[in-house]
């Protein structure tokens, strides 16, 4: 707890009982299985009991946990127990009840300690003790707490001191992972790594011979953020993809203005979709503007096995990245948990209109010599016919023996390399005219499309393992609807000086507009084709010229 406190939430703001069940329902219907009520302090909720209770009815839940201070645990758990409560987490930062009144700001250790015995007794196994440990608070008492481990049925979970408002962060004070294992092992030379799930955040070790185990959660040194399955609804009812991250979306607001089951999933969908790679550096941690770990209340999982409902499993779902290969959420919720590779910068382009039905066209131009964030509007040059050119009968990227092999280009003379490619994406006609008069919720589609393929034609090389790395002196990308077969045509090019072509990039780059439009499109229909991804020319290569017939 920070010495000054922190503001409580009015009441008003509060997720009301009816509010947290609505989205729990939403939640369990898309795939999560499970639910786990944690700080402030859920017990203090008169309603708490009734809560766990109506969550134990969802069909498909299979989880509930509560992570708690442990004050009043011992007096509440056989009701909580009764309504359905099947997992428990305690936070218990020392052993010392001196020390315990300083960090938690009050009286009551002997009270939590109650209650990890009551846990014990009515069954709860393991009971799970989170411990933060901090350098000059509390790292002298973590042999005490694997001592715990000896005759209780005890996870001990020792994690890294994390930067959040309100706990003066202070790298100093953090105690690493691997600086915690060894002093243990000193101590326990024997003490043997246990196999962890794909999605857990925790790695865990064991003493022979002790019944409970301990746990290590590396957020800072080792984070997790590429199995990371997890959500979090703050008690005000604010969305967080990310423990770490500032960014939050309001579920209660939308809830109490009347939107709709499938409203709700699309702003779900578009904050998951935000969801970074992996959260920032400690010290940038440290600088963001964030809520106190004590005001972030409900955690919603997906476990590593098949959702219970079967209207999301018989769906064609997409999978979800860093969940277990057998979790999806269904379409609605399909965005994938990756954040955006490059800086989100604003866009500047040009429209004009054409003669016939109104038509946007855009497009987008990088030179070396030109700032590569400015967008301009060029016409349109279709490739001139030809020949086909002289071709290899074997494959370029294979050795003698048949291995994957990257090209040696060093001998090769640095020529002037010039490709286009093209890709159309088959809109149909209600996303077709929601593009056509720049009205999807997402923002202009096009030109986010534009940026897109430049983006990734300067990304090839990271995206295709055998592709060298090109220095692309210039790069343009088209985008021109047909109202005719309700589409948009994407070509892309690229020009090099160099010993190698760029027709890779080339084709990255109308491949990934056209993802990109999908994308943009895709809360609009499912309907949407991509086609007729093609190299249409490519010049300055040792076996000549090449332009499609």
Known sequence: MPEEGVPL??????????????????????????????????????????????????????????????????????????????????????????KFEFIVRR???????????K???????????????MRGLNEDELLDFVALTEGLPLDVRFIEYMPFDGNK?????????KEMLDTLRQQWPELEKLPEEESSTAKAFKVPGFRGQVSFITSMSEHFCGTCNRLRITA???????LFGNSEV???????????????????GAAVGRKKRQHAGMFSIAQMKNRPMILIELLLMLQDSPPAIPSISS??????????HRVSFSNQMATLWKGCQGPRTSLLAQ?????????RHCSSRLDSDTNPKCLSAVSRAPATPSGPPPTSDQLTHVDAEGRAAMVDVGGKPDTERVAVASAVVLLGPVAFKLVQKNQLKKGDALVVAQLAGVQAAKQTSQLIPLCHHVALSHVEVQLELDSTRHAVGIQASCRARGPTGVEMEALTAAAVAALTLYDMCKAVSRDIVLGEIKLISKTGGQRGDFHRT
Request: positive net charge; proline residues 5%; charged residues 20%.
């Open 169 to 177: 962060w202070n790298f100093k004070k953090m105690v690493s992972y």
């Open 250 to 268: 309001s579920l209660r607001d939308h809830l109490r203005v009347g939107a709709s089951e499938e409203e709700l999933l699309q702003i779900i």
């Open 236 to 242: 005000d009812g604010n969305l967080k993809v990310c």
């Open 351 to 359: 429209r004009w209109l054409g003669s016939g039905p109104p038509q």
């Open 107 to 117: 009286k009551g250790f002997h009270k939590v300690m109650e209650g990890i015995h």
């Open 315 to 324: 769906q064609d779902p997409f999978r979800v990245q860093g969940i277990g």
């Open 9 to 98: 939430t009015p009441k008003a703001d509060l997720l009301t009982t009816e509010e947290i069940l609505t989205l729990a329902r939403l939640f369990v219907k898309e795939g999560v299985d499970k639910i786990r009520l944690t700080g402030g302090e859920p017990l203090i909720r008169p309603d708490v009991v009734d809560i766990v209770a109506q969550l134990h009815r969802l069909e498909g839940l299979r989880t509930i946990g509560i992570t708690t201070n442990g004050i009043n645990l011992a007096r509440l758990l056989p009701q909580l127990q009764k309504a359905g409560l099947s997992a428990i987490n305690i936070s218990l930062d020392t052993l010392v009840p001196a």
């Open 119 to 133: 846990a014990i007794e009515l069954g709860y196994s393991p009971v799970k003790v989170n411990c933060v440990v």
